[in-house]
């Protein structure tokens, strides 16, 4: 038994000190870079080595309707610690459409979500660098990359009032996302959006292709809720694209391998103990700090969605207004950018608590 619980500790501690993030921030050039686990930032790099690329193609679809962020990144990306250190690493693009998908008491949000995954690179035959001793290489390293992109095809309705908001998901059961165009499904939503507005979208972590921006570009993506049908005609024609032979996935096969992830390892795994990992220090006061800057972040993001989306289809009485807000969400959405760049990395500043 004595035995047993030692060997038991002893996977913990290694275990510990591996983890995975989701990122398109980093590239294969990081490869060997030290990692610190407790800040989640990088290091210099203390270990080179042979990079070998695995083949490992795969492709997944799903319906995600209704979900909080949080709910967002669990289905998606998975979680480390909660999602804390998920966001921390995760580069503005991936945390943007992280917010940008995701429902609030304002916004309804359902999507398609293509996971498309293109392998992945590892750094072996690993050996330390000459003058390791002089830097500060953390305690891990960054030793694979993952490829792949996660497509999402979005309708959103935004809301003028909480109010409407709760009339609508109380009333509506349906699906807003690819479903039948029948007259009495269409008429239902529109009696009950009716303050509303309708868009449609698409977002990535990596470029989108070409054929999906046309299309989106050349049809019709906001629509008052009182008049959904041009909207209703754009989704069509996205399904189309998304489930026909020659759509999507065989635009997605032919673009260049985009970074999704990475896995870090601990020294001791790769054999290299001269780089002894410290005790890793957990901070739970810096976990609070970094919930409370991403769920203001994310609020920012989804109300300068919804600023943009009732300037698209005001009329000549609701443009100045509309266009107020956009301004005042955007100015927002600017210093909430500048106190998240600060905060995930520095959350002991005073401007951070």
Wanted: charged share 20%; glycine share 6%; proline share 2%.
């Amino acid at each position: 038994m004595r035995i047993l619980v030692s060997l038991l500790i002893l996977c913990c501690s290694f275990s510990v000190f591996s983890q995975r993030y989701y990122t398109e921030s980093y590239t294969q050039a990081d490869l060997g870079r030290g990692f610190n686990l407790q800040s989640h930032t990088p290091d210099a790099k203390c270990v080179t080595g042979q990079v070998r690329y695995h083949s490992a193609m795969s492709g997944e679809l799903d319906y995600l309707q209704r979900l909080n962020a949080t709910q967002v990144r669990r289905r998606t990306f998975g979680e480390v610690h909660g999602g804390v250190n998920l966001f921390i690493i995760a580069g503005s693009v991936s945390t943007s459409i992280t917010h940008r998908n995701s429902t609030d008491k304002l916004s309804l949000t359902s999507q398609l979500h293509l996971k498309f995954d293109e392998g992945y690179s590892t750094l072996e035959n690993r050996q330390l660098v000459a003058g390791y001793e002089n830097n500060d290489c953390g305690n891990s390293f960054i030793y694979q990359l993952d490829y792949g992109r996660d497509v999402f095809i979005n309708t959103r309705l935004h809301f003028r009032s909480e109010a409407d908001y709760k009339r609508f998901v109380t009333k509506i059961k349906i699906r807003l996302l690819f479903f039948k165009k029948t007259i009495t499904k269409v008429k239902l939503i529109e009696k009950y959006a009716a303050n509303a507005v309708l868009s449609i979208d698409a977002n990535s972590s990596a470029p989108l292709p070409a054929e999906l921006t046309s299309l989106l570009n050349n049809n019709t993506q906001h629509c008052r809720g009182s008049d959904i049908t041009p909207c209703l005609t754009t989704l069509q024609r996205l399904s189309d694209y998304v489930f026909g032979n020659s759509g999507l996935a065989k635009d997605l096969k032919v673009m260049e391998k985009a970074p999704r992830g990475i896995t870090t390892r601990s020294y001791e795994e790769s054999g290299h103990y001269a780089l002894q990992s410290q005790s890793i220090k957990t901070e739970p006061q810096y976990d609070f700090i970094w919930q409370k800057i991403e769920s203001r972040y994310g609020a920012a993001v989804r109300r300068l969605e919804r600023a943009r989306a009732f300037l698209a289809i005001a009329n000549d009485g609701e443009l100045d207004a509309a266009q107020l807000e956009v301004e005042r969400a955007t100015i927002l959405l600017s210093d909430m950018e500048g106190i998240r760049s600060v905060c995930m990395t520095s959350p002991w500043l005073a401007q951070c608590s």
